[in-house]
């Protein structure tokens, strides 16, 4: 499992600036993250058990 955590954590320091983003724990989701940016807008990344890799749904506006 900690294998699938740290392909999330690659995701997201493969598309973001890590000190330009806080990072929080989102159990909703499996291994799933909150990410939130400086504008305060905010996205889950997560690992999707029916495709086998690292998803993401961004905040509606």
Same mark, same amino acid.
């Given at each position: 499992?900690?294998e $699938?955590?740290?392909? *999330?954590?690659? !995701? $997201?320091? @493969? #598309?973001? *600036?890590? /000190?330009?983003?806080? &990072?929080? @724990?989102?159990?909703?989701?499996? #291994?799933g993250?909150?990410i939130? @940016?400086? /504008?305060?807008?905010?996205?889950?990344?997560f !690992?999707?058990? &029916?495709?086998?890799? *690292? @998803?993401?749904?961004?905040q509606?506006?």
């Amino acid at each position: 499992m900690e294998e $699938i955590e740290a392909k *999330v954590m690659d !995701w $997201i320091e @493969d #598309h973001f *600036v890590l /000190n330009e983003i806080e &990072i929080e @724990d989102f159990p909703f989701f499996p #291994h799933g993250k909150l990410i939130r @940016d400086k /504008n305060e807008e905010t996205m889950v990344v997560f !690992w999707c058990v &029916i495709y086998g890799r *690292v @998803d993401y749904r961004l905040q509606e506006a």
